[in-house]
C-alpha cells in the first residue's frame, strides 16, 4: 500500500513537470500590461538588451526552471526534449555565424524552425515558443523563420514587419558607424540628457572607394531598403517552400531579379557607366573585389575555385555549374527538360491546360527549388552564390567567414551579384528568345490609349512641375537602431538612436491616362506600364532586341469602369503595384517600410543632372476575366514583385508581358504603332542634389569628384 501511495506521487509529480515544461499555451501569457498579440510577437524580434527572463516577466510568461549556460554563464530557459527533436537541424548551426540562405542546411533549418513556429495554436503560443528558444539558435536564422512565419499565418501580417536595418543593423551599416553610435549612446545614457543621439552616416562611405567606377553606383548596391527587399523577397519565397504553395515562384525568382538587374543597368547609364558585364567565363578572375566592411572582404581578382569543405562530401565544385549550364542550355535549345523518370516536360509559355509555364520549370530548376529534376539540373544559382562568397578562401586556409554573396540581406551589396544574376537572366532570355512572338491577337485590347501624361504633385512652393519630366535627389532616411544594436541601457533608460544616411528619392507622381472606348459599353481594363531607357552607353537608340534586357515594371493595375467615348485614368505612383500599401506614419523614419515591397525610394532611375530620356510604354489590355473583382493588394506585399502566399499570382499572362518576347519589329516605335491599345511616351528624369536643389540650374558634373556631392 505504502509503495503504491508513492508510486502514484511520482506519476503526479511527472504529470505536473510535464505540464509546466510543455504547455506554454494562452493561459500562459497573462495580460497584465494589456499587450496586443501584434506587440507581443513584435518585441520577440527584439534581441539584444531584453534578456529572457526580463521579457518573460514584463509579459508574465511561466518559463521552465532556467539553468545557468555553462559556456556564457547566462541563466536561460532549458528547452524540453520534444521541441529539441523537432529542431535537431536548427540547433546543429553554430549562434554566432551569419544564416547563409544559398546553404541548403541553412535553408531547411529556417523551414523546420518556422514549421514550429506555424504549429503554434495562435499567437500568444508562437511568442511563448520563441522567447523560450532564442537563447538557443542561431539568431539570423532565429530571425529568418520569424519573417517567413509573418508571410505563412493568417493571423499576422507581412505590413507589421519591423524593417530588417533595425534588427541587425550590422548588417547593413559600416562597422565605424555602429561604433559611434555605442560611443555616443554611452554619452548620452551617462549624463542623462539626451533622449535621442543621432549618427550621420555619408552615402560616400562605401564599401568602394571613389577611385573605383563601381563607386558611382554603391549607394544604390548598399540602398538599405533595396537589401531589406532582397531579404524580404526570399524569405516570403524561399526554395524551400512546400512545392505549389506559391504560385509561380520560379517565374517570380526570373521575373523579380529581372527587374533587379534592369533597374541597376539603368542606375549605371545615368551615371555613365556601361551595363554589367554577365559572370559567365568563370576561369577568368572578377577584376573588382568587394570589401564591405561590415562583414567578410572579397579581394580583387578572385574567380571561382571548388570549395572544399570539411567534410569533403558537402563540397563545392566548379565543374557541378559547368555540368549543370550545359544541361539547362540543351534543355532551353530543344525545348524541353527531362525529369526524374526519363519523360521530356515542353517548355512554353504558351501553356495547355495542365501544363506549367516554361519559365517557371526553368525558375524552379536554376534557382533551384521545386526542380522537375534535381541530379540533372543541380543547383546553379545557389552554388554561384556560395563560391563567389567563398572565392577569396576557397581552400579554407585563413579560416575567413562567407563574403556578402552568400546571404540575402547583404548580397546585393556586392558588384559581383549583378554580374551573376546577369548571367542568371542571360539564360532565362535566352529561354524567352526561344518563344514564338505574341500573336495580334494575344496583343490586342478593346480600348485604345489616346495620350499619357506624367505629372509630379506639387509639393514644392517655388517649383512648377512641367509634364514629362521628373526629378530625382538625395534625401536623408533614419532608422531607430535602440533595439538592433546592445547599448547596454537598462529598461529605465529611454534613450533612442538614430542612424541616418542619404538615399535616392523623388517627388510623388500620378499618370493621367486618356482612353477612348469605341464600344457602346463600359469597360475595365487592365494597364501595363513600363520603363527602360531610350539610349545606351555610347549615346545610340536601343532596338526592339535590346529593350528586352532593360524593361522594367514601373505599375499593373485594373481599371473602374470606363465608360463608352472619351475617359480619363488618373492613377498615383504611390499605389503601384511594385510597392506594398504600407505606409510609414513617423515623419523621421518614413522610409522604412514593412514586407515585400519594392523600395518606394528607389521607384525611379536616377537619371542625369541635364535630364535622361527615358521611354514610358502604356498598354490598356483586356481584363483576363471582367467578372472577377481585383483583390485589394495585401497589406506587405508588392503583387507583381512578391506574389502572395497561398493566393493566384495576379495577372494570368507571362511575367514582363508584352515586352518579354521577340517581335518581328526592329523598333518599339514600330511595335507599338501597331496597336491602338498601346503608347509610347518620352519622359525625362532629371537628377539634382539634394530637394533644396529641385528648380535650380544644373550643377556640372565633374569626372572627378565624388559621386554625391556632383
Ligand atoms: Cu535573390
Redesign the pocket.
Known amino acids: 500500500m505504502k509503495w503504491l501511495i508513492l508510486m502514484l506521487l511520482l506519476v503526479i509529480l511527472v504529470l505536473v513537470f510535464q505540464t509546466s515544461a510543455t504547455s506554454f499555451g494562452p493561459e500562459n501569457v497573462g495580460s497584465r500590461y494589456g499587450q496586443r498579440p501584434k506587440d507581443l510577437i513584435l518585441s520577440a524580434f527584439y534581441l539584444p538588451y531584453e534578456s529572457t527572463t526580463i521579457l518573460a516577466d514584463r509579459f508574465d510568461i511561466i518559463l521552465p526552471p532556467l539553468v545557468e549556460d555553462s559556456e556564457t554563464g547566462i541563466l536561460t530557459t532549458e528547452i524540453y526534449y520534444e521541441l529539441k527533436m523537432k529542431l535537431v537541424r536548427t540547433l546543429a548551426i553554430p549562434q554566432d555565424i551569419p544564416y547563409f540562405a544559398f546553404k541548403s542546411e541553412h535553408a531547411l533549418a529556417v523551414k523546420e524552425l518556422s514549421n514550429v513556429f506555424l504549429e503554434a495554436r495562435d499567437i500568444r503560443e508562437l511568442f511563448s515558443i520563441a522567447i523560450l528558444i532564442r537563447d538557443h539558435v542561431n539568431r539570423p536564422i532565429y530571425l529568418a523563420a520569424l519573417y517567413h512565419t509573418f508571410f505563412e499565418r493568417k493571423d499576422l501580417s507581412p505590413g507589421d514587419l519591423p524593417p530588417l536595418e533595425t534588427l541587425l543593423p550590422d548588417r547593413f551599416v559600416p562597422a565605424v558607424v555602429i561604433n559611434r553610435a555605442k560611443q555616443l549612446a554611452k554619452l548620452a545614457i551617462h549624463h542623462k540628457e539626451k533622449k535621442e543621439v543621432t549618427v550621420y552616416w555619408h552615402v560616400n562611405e562605401t564599401g568602394i572607394g571613389p577611385r573605383s567606377p563601381e563607386h558611382r553606383v554603391a549607394y544604390w548596391r548598399e540602398d538599405m531598403h533595396l537589401n531589406n527587399f532582397?531579404w524580404h523577397?526570399?524569405l516570403s519565397n524561399p526554395y524551400s517552400v512546400r512545392p505549389g504553395a506559391r504560385d509561380r515562384r520560379g517565374e517570380l525568382?526570373y521575373y523579380?531579379?529581372h527587374n533587379?538587374v534592369a533597374r541597376y543597368n539603368m542606375e549605371r547609364l545615368s551615371v555613365n557607366l556601361e551595363p554589367v558585364v554577365p559572370y559567365d567565363t568563370w576561369h577568368l578572375p572578377i577584376d573588382d573585389g568587394y570589401f564591405p566592411h561590415i562583414t567578410t572582404d572579397r579581394q580583387d581578382k578572385t574567380f571561382f575555385r571548388d570549395v572544399r569543405e570539411i567534410p569533403l562530401n558537402q563540397s563545392s565544385y566548379v565543374s557541378q555549374l559547368e555540368m549543370w549550364r550545359t544541361h539547362l542550355y540543351h534543355s532551353i535549345d530543344v525545348g524541353f527538360m527531362v525529369k526524374e523518370n526519363g519523360s521530356h516536360v515542353r517548355l512554353t509559355d504558351n501553356p495547355r491546360i495542365g501544363e506549367d509555364f516554361g519559365i517557371n520549370l526553368l525558375g524552379e530548376s536554376v534557382e533551384a527549388g521545386a526542380s522537375v529534376n534535381p541530379a540533372l539540373y543541380g543547383n546553379l544559382h545557389n552554388l554561384g552564390h556560395d563560391l563567389i562568397s567563398q572565392s577569396h578562401d576557397p581552400a579554407k586556409r585563413h579560416n575567413t567567414q562567407i563574403g556578402v554573396m552568400g546571404a540575402?540581406e547583404t548580397?546585393v551589396r556586392d558588384p559581383a551579384f549583378f554580374r551573376w544574376?546577369k548571367f542568371i537572366d542571360n539564360l532565362f532570355l535566352r529561354y524567352k528568345m526561344t518563344q514564338p512572338p505574341y500573336t495580334a491577337r494575344q496583343l490586342a485590347g478593346d480600348l485604345e490609349v489616346v495620350d499619357v501624361r506624367v505629372m509630379e504633385e506639387k509639393v514644392l512652393d517655388n517649383y512648377a512641375p512641367t509634364p514629362d519630366h521628373l526629378v530625382t535627389f538625395f534625401a536623408p532616411s533614419a532608422f531607430d537602431s535602440s533595439r538592433g544594436i546592445d547599448f547596454n541601457r537598462k529598461p529605465e533608460d529611454d534613450v533612442t538612436v538614430l542612424i541616418v544616411t542619404d538615399v535616392l528619392d523623388h517627388l510623388e507622381f500620378s499618370y493621367k491616362i486618356r482612353i477612348h472606348n469605341p464600344t457602346s459599353e463600359f469597360k475595365r481594363s487592365k494597364i501595363r506600364i513600363f520603363l527602360a531607357p531610350k539610349f545606351d552607353e555610347d549615346g545610340e537608340r536601343l532596338d526592339f532586341a535590346a529593350l528586352t534586357h532593360y524593361w522594367t515594371e514601373m505599375d499593373v493595375f485594373e481599371t473602374q469602369e470606363i465608360m463608352p467615348g472619351t475617359d480619363y485614368i488618373y492613377r498615383r505612383s504611390n499605389e503601384s503595384s511594385i510597392l506594398s500599401t504600407y505606409h510609414g506614419d513617423n515623419n523621421i523614419t518614413k522610409f522604412a517600410f514593412s514586407g515585400c515591397s519594392w523600395p518606394r525610394n528607389l521607384q525611379l532611375p536616377r537619371g542625369t543632372p541635364d535630364g535622361m530620356i527615358f521611354h514610358l510604354f502604356v498598354m490598356a489590355s483586356n481584363i483576363d476575366d471582367p467578372s472577377e473583382i481585383p483583390d485589394p493588394q495585401p497589406n506587405g506585399t508588392s503583387g507583381s514583385f512578391c506574389g502572395r502566399p497561398d493566393e493566384k499570382y495576379p495577372d494570368k499572362w507571362p511575367m514582363g508581358y508584352p515586352l518579354d518576347r521577340r517581335s518581328s519589329h526592329q523598333t518599339i516605335e514600330s511595335f507599338v504603332a501597331e496597336h491602338p491599345n498601346m503608347m509610347l511616351k518620352d519622359i525625362v528624369i532629371k537628377h539634382v542634389r539634394d530637394r533644396d536643389s529641385i528648380g535650380r540650374q544644373p550643377q556640372k558634373e565633374s569626372s572627378d569628384c565624388l559621386l554625391f556631392t556632383c
Do not use: I, K, P, T
Open positions: 532582397h523577397w526570399h525568382f523579380m531579379h533587379l540575402v548580397a544574376h
